[in-house]
């Protein structure tokens, strides 16, 4: 349903050159995803109470929104990167809010932000990682609007995806999705064990349904160094 051809993706290339932007929830002429639909988006809170269990990760907005559910496929499925820029216009206050009470509480220690990889057969697929472009933009929104510059901080080969799953995220059970996430994250090699003892690290995904992809990257990191409470996910949907 989702796949789309490179004659498709350099027809869709060609459209945003030559035709002027629309949002694609509403079809307003002007930006992408429009302040109105960004402001109605930011409304839709995710129900903590589905994961009141995973304590140190913390999901922003409802995936239940029919808006926010076509931006998050519209750069996920729809290779339409430009909208990650929106998308970070919406999550950044919530974000850089999450930072400040870990920043706070951890004070001096060096803070280092993943996102969630994607395998290479996938990269290949979609040309880009969007956890990656999505953390970029929201970092990008920080310095911008905080004047807090925390490029640096973005590891993007720290974690490494080896196992190729497929995409999951409605097609399986609970049961199911934990079993093919297993051991599906590596530690960069580069990075030693001493790397990651004493630093701070926050994992960033687009959406959490059931939170195992951030359990298992947590256990990866615990694997390579990284100290259990130090560790905290970061999701924009669930
Ligand atoms: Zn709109």
Same mark, same amino acid.
């Given at each position: 349903m989702y796949k789309i051809n490179s004659l498709q993706r350099i027809n869709k290339v060609f459209l945003d050159i030559f035709f002027p932007e629309s949002c694609? /929830? /509403?079809?307003?002429?002007?930006?992408?995803?429009c302040y109105d639909c960004r402001e109605e988006i930011k409304k !839709?809170?995710? *129900?903590?109470e589905n994961i009141r269990?995973?304590?140190w990760v913390r999901a922003y907005l409802s995936y239940k929104n029919e808006k926010l559910k076509k931006v998050l496929f519209s750069i996920k499925y729809? %290779? @339409?990167?430009?909208a990650s820029k929106y998308l970070a216009k919406i999550v950044y206050e919530d974000f850089y809010d999450f930072l400040k009470d870990k920043l706070s509480f951890y004070v001096g220690q060096e803070l280092i932000i993943i996102p969630i990889p994607i395998s290479k057969k996938r990269l290949i697929e979609r040309s880009y990682n969007q956890t990656e472009i999505l953390i970029k933009e929201i970092i990008r929104e920080i310095k911008e609007e905080? $004047? @807090? *510059? @925390? !490029?640096? $901080? #973005? %590891? #993007?080969? &720290? @974690? #490494?995806?080896?196992k190729h799953t497929i995409k999951f995220a409605e097609t399986h059970s609970p049961t199911e999705r934990e079993a093919l996430i297993k051991e599906a994250f590596t530690v960069n090699q580069? %990075? *030693?064990? *001493?790397? &990651?003892?004493n630093k701070i690290i926050i994992v960033f995904d687009d959406? +959490? +349904? +059931?939170?195992s992809t951030f359990y298992e990257a947590r256990n990866t990191l615990i694997a390579s160094g990284a100290k259990r409470e130090n560790i905290f996910g970061y999701a924009v949907a669930h």
């Open positions: 694609i /929830c /509403c079809s307003k002429f002007g930006e992408i995803v !839709e809170k995710a *129900d903590s269990n995973i304590n729809h %290779y @339409l990167r430009s905080e $004047n @807090l *510059d @925390l !490029e640096k $901080n #973005i %590891y #993007i080969d &720290l @974690l #490494i995806k080896n580069k %990075y *030693d064990k *001493d790397f &990651l003892e959406i +959490t +349904t +059931t939170g």
